[in-house]
């Protein structure tokens, strides 16, 4: 994972840590309790705000594959993402108990694309959506992402695909105020704030661009951000400029390679003590509400909110 440290100005994945790490937590002891983790997004209840990454491909990392990390997803209690997979894969993961938000890549043959939102509904996924910034390679051509040719994603087709199914439907990969408010007005419920772990150099941190994009759209848009996100005081600084949930990603890769779901577990646990934590210290009894101005820039010394 990312140190913190910026040795290539370029790098995404740098930028993103160094920013989590430039912001400063203001402590409110008095009248604070023990907090309150759970969180209900799209009808479930979760353990945490705390959510497994879209991962996809993980059979190398451990044999049980998607599957595994879905039922680590379970025995934390918490919502898991599915990105790239076939249909059979996602029944696996489904078949875990997992609720699970199904993310179909912008397949070039729009047909795919329907049909995995279909599939995904009659499954039983939670809700479904789109990484739309896995349209271009790194020169600007439409994207090939295992074989499979990919297409960039107009707005009216954005509503297309939000109208061809009846679960909630979230865009993964908006880090701009004007593709938030495109997404708004094609009908999306929940936008995923992220870089895809440095898709394009220079990208601005998901939490960063966070508090414009929530200006922007106000309360009734569901803003989730990922991108090294690694411990449970990033996930608080992220619920605390206004996300409603994180996803891990690589972060928890090492436990589910040495553990599998019973690792996962551990990790999200111990996240969670520390997102508690946090809480407890900022006068924060529930995740819906933590104090939007309790973050501070270490650059300039002043309240970030
Ligand atoms: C092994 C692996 C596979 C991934 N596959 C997908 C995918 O199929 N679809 C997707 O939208 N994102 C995918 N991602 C990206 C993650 O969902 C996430 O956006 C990214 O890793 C940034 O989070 P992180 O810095 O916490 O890893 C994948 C990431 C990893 C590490």
């Known amino acids: ?6 040795t290539d100005p370029r790098d995404s994945n ?4 160094a920013y989590l790490d430039s912001l400063l937590v203001e402590a409110r002891y008095l009248d604070s309790c023990v907090p309150e983790l759970e969180m209900e997004l799209f009808g479930a209840r979760f353990a945490s705000p705390v959510m497994i990454a879209a991962f996809s491909h993980l059979g190398g990392t451990h044999p049980g594959g998607m599957a595994e990390m879905a039922r680590g997803a379970r025995l934390a209690g918490v919502c898991n993402w599915a990105g790239m997979g076939d249909t059979a894969e996602l029944e696996g993961i489904l078949s875990t108990g997992a609720p699970t938000i199904k993310i179909v890549k912008p397949y070039a043959d ?5 049909e995995r939102l279909r599939h995904a509904e009659q499954a039983g996924a939670l809700a479904v959506g789109m990484d739309i910034d896995h349209s271009f390679d790194h020169r600007g051509m439409p994207d090939h992402v295992v074989g499979m040719d990919m297409k960039p994603v ?8 939000v109208r061809a199914t009846r679960l909630p439907f979230v865009v993964k990969g908006v880090l701009s105020v004007q593709d938030a408010v495109r997404c708004a007005e094609a009908g999306v419920q929940g936008i995923l704030l992220s870089h895809h772990h440095g898709i394009m150099p220079w990208a601005v941190p998901p ?9 922007a759209l106000g309360d009734s848009m569901a803003l989730f951000v990922d991108c090294s996100i690694d411990s449970g005081e ?4 992220c619920l605390a400029l206004g996300a409603k949930a994180v996803c891990v990603g690589r972060a928890c890769l090492p436990a ?9 577990k551990r990790y999200i646990d111990g996240m969670n003590d520390q997102l508690r934590a ?10 819906r509400s933590i104090p939007r101005n309790v973050l501070w820039s270490a650059a300039t010394g002043l309240p970030v909110d």
Not at 207 to 215: E, K, N, T, V
Not at 256 to 264: C, I, Q, Y
Not at 278 to 287: F, I
């Open 256 to 264: 589910f390679r040495e553990s599998g779901a019973e690792g996962v």
């Open 207 to 215: 939490l960063m661009a966070l508090p414009r994009i929530r200006d």
């Open 110 to 114: 729009r047909r795919l694309v329907f």
């Open 154 to 161: 107009s707005s009216d087709e954005l509503r297309e695909f």
């Open 1 to 6: 994972m990312d140190t913190g440290k910026v």
């Open 14 to 17: 740098q930028l993103t840590r």
């Open 278 to 287: 946090m809480m407890a210290r900022t006068c924060s009894p529930d995740v």
């Open 234 to 237: 990033d996930a608080f600084k």
